[in-house]
């Protein structure tokens, strides 16, 4: 059973770097892909992206200039930095593994989450 | 970005109705749609994908249709854990999107 848990701070100054960690327990990184989203009052449930275990990547557009998404297998780690976070970054962030489901074709589901951890930015 | 509107926004229910709920995605994603259910201070959880398939584990209760833009989520009849907020997502190409969300609230 594939269980997932973020960790980081809960509170984040404005203009600095916004950092989470997810350990993932009980199953392999291999083949899946792990991605963040976020869900704020205001944006609802956000993609942020997510990184292969491999190594590759892909980010939301809309923060692809603040964000990077790295894995580390033998920690059983994958990490979220957000840099120049603003109030907008307050959120509730969920670590969730990506898997594809299918028969003939493939569909890509968030099947596993996180519990979820509050981040307020805040001076 | 594919923008997904759920309607509606919420809804009142009781135990043992047949409620649906619709998502309609801004251009054709064929069937790359999932539903999930989120409850307060919980992550979501994944009901259905590629439209129409449950994910193991979840009641028979909940089903999915559609297709290209338009499509809906249906509980045959609602249980005292089901009243929850569920959302579509798009998995058609990255950014995934999300709609707004329907709360299902107790009548």
């Known amino acids: 059973q594939v269980q997932l848990e973020e960790s980081g701070p809960g509170l984040v100054k404005p203009s600095e770097t916004l950092s989470l960690t997810c350990t993932v327990s009980?199953?392999?990184?291999?083949?899946?892909?792990w991605s963040w989203i976020r869900q704020s009052p205001g944006k609802g449930l956000e993609y942020i992206g997510y990184?292969?275990?491999?190594?590759?990547?892909d980010y939301n557009p809309s923060l692809r200039s603040r964000v990077t998404i790295s894995i580390d297998t033998a920690k059983n780690q994958f990490s979220l930095r957000l840099s120049s976070v603003t109030a907008a970054d307050t959120a509730a962030y969920y670590c969730?593994?990506?898997?594809?489901?299918?028969?003939?074709?493939?569909?890509?589901?968030?099947?596993?989450w996180g519990q979820g951890t509050t981040v307020i930015v805040s001076s | 970005d594919i923008q997904m509107t759920q309607s509606p926004s919420s809804l009142s229910a009781s135990v043992g109705d047949r409620v649906t709920i619709t998502c309609r995605a801004s251009q054709s994603i064929n069937r790359y749609l999932n539903w999930y259910q989120q409850k307060p201070g919980k992550a979501p959880k994944l009901l259905i994908y590629?439209?129409?398939s449950l994910q193991s584990g979840v009641p028979s209760r909940f089903s999915g249709s559609g297709s290209g833009t338009d499509f809906a989520l249906t509980i045959s009849s609602l249980q005292p854990e089901d009243f929850a907020t569920y959302y579509c997502q798009d998995s058609y190409i990255t950014p995934w999107t999300f709609g707004q969300g329907t709360t299902v609230e107790v009548k």
């Open positions: 969730a593994r990506v898997i594809w489901l299918g028969e003939v074709i493939y569909y890509y589901v968030l099947d596993v």
């Open positions: 990184v292969s275990h491999s190594g590759s990547s």
């Open positions: 009980g199953g392999s990184f291999s083949p899946h892909y």
């Open positions: 590629a439209a129409s």
